[in-house]
Structure formats: C-alpha cells, structure tokens
Nanobody, 119 residues
Framework: QVQLVESGGGLVQPGSSLKLSCTTS????????MSWYRQAPGKERESVAH???????NYKDSVKGRFTISTDNTKNTLFLEMNNLQPEDTAVYFC?????????????WGQGTQVTVSS
C-alpha cells in the first residue's frame, strides 16, 4: 500500500507564502502523476496542480503564477510552493499519487493539510 503524508499547512495572512510537502512511501518516480487538490468548506474537491512523470506541469488558472509544483525524487517528496496567498485559497490541501496497475489508473491520497488565509 502507498502512503502519502502531507505537511506544511497553517494560518497565514493574505499575501503570505507557504510551502506544502507530501512524502510518499514509494519511489516517487514510479508514479505517472503527482498532484495537489484542495477542498474548501462546502465545496467539491478541485485540482490545483499536477506534475507528470515526463516533466510536464499544469495548474488551475487561479493559481498560475502564484503556485509552483515540484518534486525531489531523492526524498520521494512532492512540494507546492504557494505565494501571495489569498482568502479564497483557504482549504484542506490533499496530495494525490497516480500510477497504472495492469492498465488501470490507481490513485492514492494523503490525509490533507489545512491552509487558512485570513487577516
């Protein structure tokens, strides 16, 4: 079983920065895609950023230019650097790892880390 453990959330003021981490129990390069999702109170979970095994990344429009997804394969860790945080970024942030197993895409999720942006 794959385990994902997120950390780095917290309470910050608008305009601040945070860096989230997600450490996997497996070799991170074995995954097809590593992602960050978030879920705000009363809302559905939404994708924030993806990092694909071929080095391609993509982002939700509202975070482009502010958030950066990256990996450290030596530490099996996924990061999300978040700058100029705004109240609308408040959510529980989840790490997701996806890989193909016998032709099927299998997902693994972390437990989430709370990010609160408030003055």
């Amino acid at each position: 079983q794959v385990q994902l453990v997120e950390s780095g959330g917290g309470l910050v003021q608008p305009g601040s920065s945070l860096k989230l981490s997600c450490t996997t129990s497996r070799n991170i390069s074995s995954f097809y895609c590593m992602s960050w999702y978030r879920q705000a109170p009363g809302k559905e979970r939404e994708s924030v950023a993806h990092s694909f095994s071929l080095g391609v990344t993509n982002y939700k429009d509202s975070v482009k230019g502010r958030f950066t997804i990256s990996t450290d394969n030596t530490k099996n860790t996924l990061f999300l650097e978040m700058n100029n945080l705004q109240p609308e970024d408040t959510a529980v942030y989840f790490c997701r790892a996806a890989r193909f197993e016998r032709g099927d895409l299998v997902e693994f999720w972390g437990q989430g880390t709370q990010v609160t942006v408030s003055s």
